[in-house]
């Protein structure tokens, strides 16, 4: 039972410390708990006040900082001392018994140094000090008992089983006050200046440490098992235009007009198409999701009777096209204009293809693509996560050799 009560006065702590830690981290910008918003909890008195004293660092290192890591400490010795030999049990307390010791001694300094030096007081910091104390006491007492006695066989599943339900529960509640520290009852961390640092530090750790070419490099690129097959011929036929060998591989990307992902991946597409024209075809066919783009789409339909879809598809994710909100007719004849389309009774050739969109609509759906962009090469589906132009291309030349010796 006494283990027991070191544990959890260990956990106990750890959250206190932390908490501590991340408070002292910002400056205490919003009182020693992070619940004040006034701006005199930065200026005035507690935490701040202590949080300057020379005594609050130890070797340079933040006394939340040691702190968190004896109780930490502490609480493992008290699980492993469960789990293990007596022989070691014994020893392991012992080691317990040696850092409370040490940890009261400079608990008695810092409130000294609170009460005597800066005349403030850190509630957090009192409260850590009463831990300690009581783990202290805990310890004299079982000293006083005449020492540490290690569980028996019959004891130890019934003790493991308390203190893992006490782990379980101190972690929901050290999570617990993780996320209100940061999210809920003070400013994130990732926000204003603290954000900005934070951004520098990640820049630059991970620039020294990760070497992201080297990381696309070993990327495996996949083809999304969880999609059926595509049957190409309910998506083009002999007259649907396309770039690259009409004998290699075919690959369909399908686009809505207004997705601004797609737009950002347009560049790169294009480029891949210049880099395997050789061994692939490739087509870009719209895919509807809402009925603002029905108009656009429409449009494409007609482009493609004249060989000019890929051009409207580089207008409509032109950079400096802001526009996802749809285009109306008289923006889709000035774009025709400047293609060099025919505008001639362009209403009603753009209405007459409301069945059309409405059908291909149901078909790509029933094919279960509901977003977009989607890539089929050969017919299968490209994982999500793959469609960077290096990935895509592995795909193509893997599923060109299987399509040429076929």
């Not at 006394?63 to 609480?75: I, K």
């Not at 996320?179 to 951004?199: A, I, M």
Request: hydrophobic fraction near 45%.
């Amino acid at each position: 039972m006494t283990n027991r009560l070191i544990l959890w006065l260990a956990l106990l702590g750890m959250i206190l410390t932390l908490h501590l830690w991340i408070q002292k981290a910002r400056g205490f910008d919003q009182g020693c708990f992070g619940l004040e918003t006034h701006a005199k909890a930065v200026t005035e008195g507690g935490c701040h006040e202590v949080s300057k004293l020379p005594g609050s660092h130890l070797l340079g290192v933040s006394n939340a900082a040691w702190g968190y890591a004896f109780y930490f400490g502490l609480a493992l010795l008290s699980f492993a001392k469960i789990t293990t030999s007596p022989e070691s049990a014994r020893r392991l307390h012992l080691l317990g018994e040696i850092a409370v010791a040490g940890a009261f001694v400079y608990s008695a300094y810092l409130v000294y140094q609170m009460g005597f030096v800066a005349h403030s007081w850190c509630a957090l910091c009192i409260g850590s000090a009463v831990v300690v104390t009581l783990l202290f006491a805990l310890h004299a007492f079982l000293r006083r008992k005449g020492g540490f006695t290690p569980l028996s066989p019959i004891e130890r599943s019934t003790e493991l089983g308390v203190a893992v339900a006490g782990l379980f529960a101190m972690s929901g509640v050290l999570v617990g006050v993780l996320l209100f520290v940061n999210r809920l009852g003070t400013r994130p961390l990732d926000q204003g200046s603290n954000g900005q640092q934070f951004e520098r530090l990640v820049g630059r750790t991970l620039s020294q440490f990760i070497d992201s070419e080297h990381l696309q490099e070993i990327r495996a690129c996949r083809f999304d098992s969880t999609h059926a097959p595509l049957d190409l011929s309910q998506f083009v036929t002999p007259e649907t235009p396309f770039l690259g060998n009409a004998d290699g591989v075919p690959v369909i990307i399908f686009f809505a007009p207004n997705c601004l992902h797609c737009r950002n991946q347009f560049p790169g597409f294009m480029e891949l198409i210049k880099s395997h024209r050789d061994h692939a075809k490739f087509y870009i066919l719209p895919r509807r999701l809402s009925d603002r783009s029905d108009l656009q789409i429409a449009a494409l339909y007609l482009a493609a009777r004249s060989g000019r879809s890929f051009d409207l598809w580089a207008h409509y994710f032109n950079p400096t096209n802001t526009t996802f909100a749809g285009l109306n007719l008289a923006q889709i004849e000035t774009i025709f204009t400047q293609l060099g389309l025919p505008t001639n009774d362009l209403a009603s050739r753009l209405e007459a293809m409301a069945p059309t969109i409405q059908a291909d609509s149901a078909t790509a759906k029933a094919a279960g693509i509901r977003s977009t962009p989607a890539v089929y090469i050969d017919g299968l589906r490209v994982a999500a996560f793959n469609l960077a132009p290096r990935c895509l291309g592995k795909l193509i030349d893997q599923r060109a050799s299987l399509f040429h010796s076929e």
